[in-house]
């Protein structure tokens, strides 16, 4: 077995649909590596039913006897969950209700993030890295980010790579070839229909894909609404959103900030970069450079189309900004 000291992991919402398809494969290795060690922390809200199926998830980790699972802690108390972690996976959010506007969803769940960055600030490790996926993510983990006095901006991400993926695994089935043909696909901008799948640097069999798939009106008015709606699409479909493709992208997430030299989609801090507004956090391309540290991959030019669509995504993640003008430390 091997000696590496346990990373702690603290995930919130661990009782919810991308929860169950998330920690089992977190305790399996397949997110930090086959021979390292994990804690799980794991929160829920205070309500008895979720802390009861909470304990239900608990059970089943403790029936996989996982050799690399050295400890579960389970709480509703954000302190608890985030003491010393290592990597905290924000998962947890409220859904949209029926008859909710989008500004009160943005409020509403922006008082969790406001709580669970000020938490993570004061106890979490000294290396405490962050990762959001609940929703509006880019604004949530802004807001987090905002909190924060003793953790630089740079540690805060959230994920923009289930759209990553959608996006290659559609380049792929269009051309009729696997999908490790394609590469150079990053999306840009906020977690949202808006986000830039950018194409026009994407690559298929190493050669441009616009020149590949021969048709840049499917490119412009198909793909990119079928990358930007794939999460409508597979609640319609699946009556559910999108559960176990979110939880193996946040697994991908992780997993490649934590190898070096891996190029992927992550929303991060933008610093004004490709025409973002400063301090909203935006998809763009990284490159990790040590485990959890990375660099924006700047080289990218984009023509005229490419920063229109660069522009809306921008303006909508501004838009949210306005709206929790308030909550931001
Ligand atoms: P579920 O409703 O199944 O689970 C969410 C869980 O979070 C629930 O168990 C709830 O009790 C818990 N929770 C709520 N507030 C909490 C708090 N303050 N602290 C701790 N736990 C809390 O949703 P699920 O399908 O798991 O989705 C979770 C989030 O991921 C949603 O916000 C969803 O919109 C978002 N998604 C983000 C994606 C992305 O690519 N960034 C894609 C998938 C998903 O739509």
């Not at 993510?137 to 901006?153: D, E, F």
């Not at 050669?207 to 990119?224: M, S």
Request: net charge negative.
């Amino acid at each position: 077995m091997t000696s590496k000291t346990p990373i702690r992991v603290a995930v919130t919402g661990a009782a919810g649909n991308i929860g169950y398809a998330l920690l089992f494969r977190i305790a399996s290795g397949d997110m930090l590596g086959k021979d390292q060690p994990v804690i799980l922390q794991m929160l829920e809200i205070p309500t008895e039913g979720a802390q009861k199926a909470l304990k239900g998830v608990a059970m089943e980790l403790d029936d996989c006897a996982f050799p690399l699972l050295a400890d579960m802690v389970l709480t509703d108390d954000p302190k608890v969950a985030f003491k010393d972690a290592n990597w905290s996976l924000l998962v947890g959010s409220k859904p949209r209700g029926p008859g909710m506007e989008r500004a009160d969803l943005l409020k509403d769940n922006g008082k969790i993030f406001i709580a669970q960055g000020r938490a993570i600030d004061e106890v979490a490790a000294d290396d405490a890295r962050i990762a959001v996926v609940g929703n509006p993510c880019n604004t949530n983990v802004m807001i987090a980010a905002s909190q924060a006095k003793r953790l630089t901006a740079d540690r805060f991400t959230a994920m923009v790579r289930l759209d990553e993926n959608r996006g290659r695994a559609q380049l792929a089935k269009k051309a009729g070839v696997s999908i490790n043909e394609v590469s150079d696909l990053y999306i840009y901008g906020n977690h949202s229909p808006t986000m830039f799948a950018d194409f026009t640097h994407a690559k298929i069999g190493g050669k441009p894909a616009a020149q590949v798939i021969g048709d840049e009106t499917w490119l412009k008015n198909d793909y990119l609404p079928a990358v930007g709606k794939r999460g409508a699409a597979i609640i319609e479909a699946r009556g559910q959103s999108s559960a176990a493709s979110a939880a193996n992208a946040l697994i991908d997430h992780i997993r490649d900030l934590v190898t070096p030299g891996k190029v992927h989609s992550v929303a991060i801090n933008s610093e004004g970069r490709y025409g973002f507004a400063e301090g909203l956090w935006a998809g763009m391309p990284v490159k990790t450079t040590t485990p959890g540290a990375y660099e924006v991959v700047t080289t990218y030019e984009m023509d005229d189309f490419a920063k229109s669509k660069i522009a809306l995504t921008n303006d909508e993640l501004v838009g949210e900004r306005d709206t929790v003008k308030d909550m931001l430390g």
